[in-house]
């Protein structure tokens, strides 16, 4: 089912962000930052497209908007009232994908016209559809946390499939597609990954070796290893699926550094920010050495950074900040 609607508005703010700049020699990581111009609204979750441009929700302010890092031009589309608008992704034909938390949908945005296409959750459980990924098909896989489901959203049909998670209260969160077309995810309500079969719909449950570890993000190196961050325990982790095999290693903040957003660059480095210190602490891990090899503080304190994308164009890691600013960091 595809319900359309017109956008009600679009804003326009010029100017708006200030970019603010630390660098540190020692490792070469830059992070700058720009402040969103709408107070208070927790900008989170960017994509760039192809134009370059950074495309991020409000999650309390109930809008997509963009930024063009060049000129600190910022763009606002209003969604409607209680969207809560919480993940968003950006096809190559330029339309904007979010996940509707607060209304169980999800939305497509055309920015030519401001025209949005609502793809209700067919099952009223599925309440809060949370993180989105393209699959090699664009069709788009994502996960429910309160809900407990991890669902696909054929782009070209609008048809939504839903998937229980066979835990309860498992909180289905961070989502990655593998080189096989399997979406991964964890689940922050236990100790567990998770994926689906494409073809078949099977899900399959892999329990991490210890019973307290929350994993809350993931992502996967070129090998196939997927990479996740225990929040509850302050691990980096590893589960290599071609063997079975796990490993962990404590972050350099400790047990209770609480990582968060992460992100995988094309050299296969892992970065990802403790969100459990002030400031928040970006990070490096070299998998290679199985080192960590750079923290470097995010300049506004960060509050919270939950999701990062990176911008292999321009060896940028974005990210949202609870203290509503759009950073990126340049790595080496």
């Known amino acids: 089912m595809r319900t359309l609607i017109a956008l009600a508005a679009v804003i326009l703010a010029v100017g708006g962000g200030i970019g603010v700049t630390s660098v540190t020699a020692a490792d070469g990581v830059e992070i700058t930052e720009w402040e969103v111009p ?3 609204t927790r900008p989170r979750d960017p994509y760039v497209d192809g134009q370059g441009r950074v495309w991020f929700v409000g999650q309390r302010g109930d809008y997509v908007a963009y930024l063009e890092p060049d000129t600190g031009t910022f763009k606002r589309y209003d969604l409607d009232e209680g969207a809560g608008p919480h993940n968003l992704i950006v096809d190559d034909a330029g339309f904007v994908w979010y996940s509707g938390n607060r209304a169980a949908y999800i939305g497509r945005l055309d920015p030519a016209n401001g025209e949005i296409t609502r793809y209700p959750m067919p099952d009223p459980a599925a309440r809060d559809p949370h993180t989105l990924v393209f699959d090699e098909n ?19 049909t609008g048809a939504v499939q839903l998937i229980p998670v066979p835990t309860e209260r498992a909180r289905p969160y961070g989502i990655k597609v593998d080189a096989d077309n399997r979406p991964w995810f964890v689940e922050l309500g236990t100790n567990k990954l998770a994926s689906v079969n494409p073809e078949t719909l099977e899900l399959t449950e892999i329990a991490l070796p210890r019973a307290e570890t929350r994993p809350r993000r993931l992502d996967l190196t070129s090998s196939g290893k997927l990479w996740y961050v225990d929040y509850a325990g302050g691990y ?8 079975g095999t796990h490993e962990e290693w404590l972050s350099p903040g400790g047990a209770a550094s ?15 920010v403790e969100t459990g210190v002030d400031p928040n602490r970006f990070v490096g891990f070299d998998p290679r050495t199985n080192t960590f090899t750079e923290t470097t503080d995010v300049p506004s304190g960060g509050g919270t950074v939950r999701h990062m994308y990176y911008d292999a164009p321009r060896r940028a890691i974005w990210f949202g900040t609870d203290t509503n600013n759009i950073g990126r960091a340049r790595v080496p």
């Open 258 to 272: 609480r990582p968060y957003g992460m992100a995988i660059d094309d050299q296969d480095r892992v970065w990802y």
């Open 138 to 156: 664009a069709d788009i896989w994502f996960t429910v946390q309160g809900g407990n489901f991890v669902g696909k959203l054929g782009t070209r």
């Open 236 to 243: 980096l982790g590893s589960f290599d699926p071609a063997t």
């Open 38 to 40: 709408w107070d208070g």
